[in-house]
């Protein structure tokens, strides 16, 4: 059987390649290709219905990567021991590819379509995140499935002062900055990531690094492309049309629409305003059929997605009211929980979180269990996101693709600001409640995040607020207008969604999305100086709530201490089977847990009371010292021989008190002096070069007076 394998190879300009392949697997697919670079393969596949469903007048896109375990060498840990649901990371990549690829496809494209990508062999240097979006897009390149593209993702770093393509997971541990970049061979369509309080003008240096790479990639898809015969895309109709009908809604409703949208309304009377304008209009159309019903519906949403877009560029007003640059107004509380170990409500406009903080010790940290990525983490983050925050009725089904990427940008931002290790020995863990959301909810998150671990005490080294930018163009991009903090409608129908956090002093993170092309650097400059503004307003209305983290914990916090011992009494302090230490915690009462670092025992005692810490510290200490000649101990007889006693000064250290070494007296025999399990208090003497222990309690008793001479 012969193959028609076709390669491309990308020069990284290091001595790096990525290497694309079609033509050998999974040859069914619409288009397939494996990605490779050193020794990490992803393989790519894309498959499009040849015709859209009834109704449909969006792309539904479905993209998932998962992680091979076989991929690293590795059997997947649980019952069923075999790959499960997605996991938080294959989510978060699948995010940043569908928001990569979705904005490129036709809008009039309806059909079901679906892009896995599988990580089939791993390096365990090499990232296969920062390959999966080029993945994706080669696969829909040697298809025939209309796409707009093509695109590509990159990560870009800065390491010791330098930008850096892709860098290896040990470098991006040096890293300030560390952006997951997206775009066409013309325009960027998303970036992602963090750093650590960087300027403005660092990110947009960076963004244009990577895009330079980005445009390379793009041109190899391009020739592969030419190089399978698919410049030729399928043939589809996938929307029905009626211009005289949409003309006809135009003329009917939209002066309207625009008085609605510049009256200033709040969300629901507008939206119910709206409502009143489309039903009044459907009805005079009389008996009409579905498809005319649907298009009706459709058209009447462009009147409104034309009209709110023209308030804002014609006369600088928003649906609220505002200003481009205002800032909605805020008020926030901590301390509202008075049982959470810290807690905030944050709320701006009509977005509410309501954000608890819990400290946790070291048995609470986070197991990752994954193919690539795996070990604890420390720093945990939930963001819910239950339908009654707007309104709507809504099973809970546990955390959605939205959730789990609204959270991490969250976790990202805080997280450059936490204590060091040394500073905090707690499991930190966040969790944020939207309990009202018209716009950023996520941002939300972070400013509710900063208060409430203040308030649980945390010395985090800034306070960090975030904001969600929109943008505004005409049809030509000749004229556009930046949204600081957005409404909902606003990121639903603008063309980019820009979010960015940070403290005073620089930029922690970002997430932006593009929904057209032709975003200039400018326009990217302007919309992160005037996020800046916003930014700082925001931490000033914080600032009145609360300026910096509390002196203490919480009275009812719980507290850990911790203590380094030396590496050989590690195995003292478990004990056989982990006996010593499950028998210390039982009866102290804390939790303790040690692990080896840096040739030392590192030592966690965490407890909601300072009695049960004393006692157990007491203890391990115990345990974990050296018998010193000289210090007195209060022992226990543990047996009895004819020439004297063998008694416990420590855990697991017994010494010889010699029967001449009991009292000033001569004692003969050992008959009813001690009995084992008496306590006695004892001095060690000596310890000979066979590490014995010799044990005196005569020299701390005192000596009897002599008698006194006849005359």
């Given at each position: 059987m012969s193959l028609n394998v076709i390669k491309k190879v990308i020069d990284l300009g290091d001595g790096r390649t990525i290497e694309i392949e079609t033509g050998k697997l999974a040859k069914q697919a619409d288009g397939s290709?494996?990605?490779?670079m050193g020794d990490t393969m992803l393989l790519a596949t894309v498959v499009s219905s040849p015709e859209a469903k009834e109704g449909v007048d969006f792309l539904p896109l479905s993209v998932d990567y998962q992680e091979k375990y076989a991929a690293t060498g590795r059997i997947p840990g649980g019952f069923l021991r075999r790959e499960a649901r997605l996991s938080d990371y294959e989510v978060l990549i699948s995010r940043l590819v569908d928001r990569a690829l979705r904005p490129m496809f036709p809008e009039d494209y309806h059909a079901d379509t679906q892009v896995m990508i599988s990580l089939i062999s791993a390096?365990?240097?090499?990232?296969?995140?920062?390959?999966?979006?080029?993945?994706a897009s080669a696969a829909l390149a040697v298809s025939d499935i209309p796409f707009n593209g093509p695109i590509s993702e990159v990560r870009v770093a800065k390491i010791d002062g330098q930008l850096v393509i892709n860098p290896t997971l040990s470098q991006l541990e040096k890293a300030t900055l560390e952006f997951i970049v997206a775009g066409s061979e013309h325009d960027i369509n998303m970036v992602e990531g963090e750093s650590k309080e960087i300027q403005e003008a660092e990110l947009v240096e960076a963004i244009k690094f990577a895009h330079t790479a980005i445009k390379l990639q793009c041109l190899a898809q391009k020739e592969l492309t030419i190089e399978v015969g698919k410049s030729e895309k399928r043939v589809y109709s996938h929307e029905n049309s009626n211009e005289e009908l949409k003309k006809a809604i135009y003329a009917a409703t939209y002066d309207q629409v625009y008085a609605i949208a510049s009256s200033a309304s709040a969300k629901d009377e507008r939206s119910a305003k709206f409502k009143e304008v489309r039903d009044a209009y459907i009805e005079t159309l009389g008996e009409i059929d579905d498809v005319t019903k649907f298009l009706a519906k459709k058209y009447y949403h462009d009147v409104e997605y034309d009209a709110i877009r023209n308030l804002v560029l014609d006369e600088g007003k928003r649906l609220d009211g505002r200003t481009t640059t205002q800032i909605r107004p805020i008020w926030s509380e901590v301390g509202y929980l008075p049982s959470a170990h810290g807690s905030a409500v944050f709320t701006r406009g009509e977005t509410q979180s309501l954000t608890t903080v819990t400290l946790g010790a070291k048995d609470d940290e986070q197991m990752i269990d994954g193919a690539f990525i795996n070990g604890y983490q420390k720093f945990l983050l939930h963001y819910n996101f239950p339908g009654f925050s707007t309104g709507e009725v809504r099973p809970n089904r546990g955390a959605g693709r939205r959730e789990i990427g609204h959270g991490n940008l969250a976790m990202r931002s805080l997280k450059q600001v936490l204590p060091s290790e040394d500073e905090n020995p707690y499991t930190i863990r966040i969790v944020s409640d939207i309990l009202e959301s018209n716009g950023s909810s996520s941002m939300a998150t972070v400013c509710a995040g900063t208060l409430a671990l203040m308030d649980a005490?945390?010395?985090i080294k800034s306070p960090v607020s975030g904001i969600a930018m929109g943008l505004i163009t005409n049809e030509m991009g000749t004229k556009y207008a930046i949204l600081s903090d957005i409404l909902g409608d606003e990121d639903h129908l603008g063309d980019m969604d820009f979010k960015v956090t940070g403290t005073a002093n620089g930029i922690v993170a970002v997430q932006m999305d593009l929904k057209i092309n032709g975003l200039s650097y400018e326009v990217l400059t302007n919309a992160l100086n005037q996020a800046k503004e916003g930014r700082l307003h925001i931490l000033g209305e914080m600032a009145k709530t609360i300026t910096q983290p509390r002196?203490?914990?919480?009275?009812?916090?719980?507290?850990?201490?911790?203590?380094?011992?030396?590496k050989e009494f590690i195995g003292a302090v478990i004990g056989p089977g982990g006996k010593i230490i499950q028998e210390m915690q039982r009866e102290t009462g804390a939790t303790i847990s040690i692990e080896e670092k840096d040739n030392q025992g590192i030592v966690q005692i965490f407890a909601d009371n300072k009695a049960s810490i004393d006692q157990a510290l007491s203890r391990i200490r115990a345990i974990a010292?050296?018998?010193?000649?000289?210090?007195?101990?209060?022992?226990?007889?543990?047996s009895i021989m004819p020439f004297g006693a063998f008694v416990e000064i420590m855990p697991g250290k017994d010494g010889l008190l010699h029967i001449s070494e009991i009292d000033h007296r001569r004692i003969e025999k050992m008959d009813g002096i001690f009995e084992v399990g008496d306590e006695v208090r004892v001095k060690l003497l000596d310890i000979d070069k066979q590490g014995k222990l010799k044990l005196s309690r005569k020299v701390l008793l005192p000596r009897p007076e002599s008698p006194k001479a006849e005359n």
């Amino acid at each position: 059987m012969s193959l028609n394998v076709i390669k491309k190879v990308i020069d990284l300009g290091d001595g790096r390649t990525i290497e694309i392949e079609t033509g050998k697997l999974a040859k069914q697919a619409d288009g397939s290709v494996v990605i490779k670079m050193g020794d990490t393969m992803l393989l790519a596949t894309v498959v499009s219905s040849p015709e859209a469903k009834e109704g449909v007048d969006f792309l539904p896109l479905s993209v998932d990567y998962q992680e091979k375990y076989a991929a690293t060498g590795r059997i997947p840990g649980g019952f069923l021991r075999r790959e499960a649901r997605l996991s938080d990371y294959e989510v978060l990549i699948s995010r940043l590819v569908d928001r990569a690829l979705r904005p490129m496809f036709p809008e009039d494209y309806h059909a079901d379509t679906q892009v896995m990508i599988s990580l089939i062999s791993a390096d365990k240097d090499i990232m296969p995140d920062c390959l999966a979006g080029l993945a994706a897009s080669a696969a829909l390149a040697v298809s025939d499935i209309p796409f707009n593209g093509p695109i590509s993702e990159v990560r870009v770093a800065k390491i010791d002062g330098q930008l850096v393509i892709n860098p290896t997971l040990s470098q991006l541990e040096k890293a300030t900055l560390e952006f997951i970049v997206a775009g066409s061979e013309h325009d960027i369509n998303m970036v992602e990531g963090e750093s650590k309080e960087i300027q403005e003008a660092e990110l947009v240096e960076a963004i244009k690094f990577a895009h330079t790479a980005i445009k390379l990639q793009c041109l190899a898809q391009k020739e592969l492309t030419i190089e399978v015969g698919k410049s030729e895309k399928r043939v589809y109709s996938h929307e029905n049309s009626n211009e005289e009908l949409k003309k006809a809604i135009y003329a009917a409703t939209y002066d309207q629409v625009y008085a609605i949208a510049s009256s200033a309304s709040a969300k629901d009377e507008r939206s119910a305003k709206f409502k009143e304008v489309r039903d009044a209009y459907i009805e005079t159309l009389g008996e009409i059929d579905d498809v005319t019903k649907f298009l009706a519906k459709k058209y009447y949403h462009d009147v409104e997605y034309d009209a709110i877009r023209n308030l804002v560029l014609d006369e600088g007003k928003r649906l609220d009211g505002r200003t481009t640059t205002q800032i909605r107004p805020i008020w926030s509380e901590v301390g509202y929980l008075p049982s959470a170990h810290g807690s905030a409500v944050f709320t701006r406009g009509e977005t509410q979180s309501l954000t608890t903080v819990t400290l946790g010790a070291k048995d609470d940290e986070q197991m990752i269990d994954g193919a690539f990525i795996n070990g604890y983490q420390k720093f945990l983050l939930h963001y819910n996101f239950p339908g009654f925050s707007t309104g709507e009725v809504r099973p809970n089904r546990g955390a959605g693709r939205r959730e789990i990427g609204h959270g991490n940008l969250a976790m990202r931002s805080l997280k450059q600001v936490l204590p060091s290790e040394d500073e905090n020995p707690y499991t930190i863990r966040i969790v944020s409640d939207i309990l009202e959301s018209n716009g950023s909810s996520s941002m939300a998150t972070v400013c509710a995040g900063t208060l409430a671990l203040m308030d649980a005490g945390v010395k985090i080294k800034s306070p960090v607020s975030g904001i969600a930018m929109g943008l505004i163009t005409n049809e030509m991009g000749t004229k556009y207008a930046i949204l600081s903090d957005i409404l909902g409608d606003e990121d639903h129908l603008g063309d980019m969604d820009f979010k960015v956090t940070g403290t005073a002093n620089g930029i922690v993170a970002v997430q932006m999305d593009l929904k057209i092309n032709g975003l200039s650097y400018e326009v990217l400059t302007n919309a992160l100086n005037q996020a800046k503004e916003g930014r700082l307003h925001i931490l000033g209305e914080m600032a009145k709530t609360i300026t910096q983290p509390r002196e203490d914990y919480k009275p009812h916090a719980p507290r850990i201490v911790t203590i380094k011992i030396d590496k050989e009494f590690i195995g003292a302090v478990i004990g056989p089977g982990g006996k010593i230490i499950q028998e210390m915690q039982r009866e102290t009462g804390a939790t303790i847990s040690i692990e080896e670092k840096d040739n030392q025992g590192i030592v966690q005692i965490f407890a909601d009371n300072k009695a049960s810490i004393d006692q157990a510290l007491s203890r391990i200490r115990a345990i974990a010292s050296k018998p010193e000649v000289g210090e007195i101990y209060e022992g226990k007889v543990k047996s009895i021989m004819p020439f004297g006693a063998f008694v416990e000064i420590m855990p697991g250290k017994d010494g010889l008190l010699h029967i001449s070494e009991i009292d000033h007296r001569r004692i003969e025999k050992m008959d009813g002096i001690f009995e084992v399990g008496d306590e006695v208090r004892v001095k060690l003497l000596d310890i000979d070069k066979q590490g014995k222990l010799k044990l005196s309690r005569k020299v701390l008793l005192p000596r009897p007076e002599s008698p006194k001479a006849e005359n």
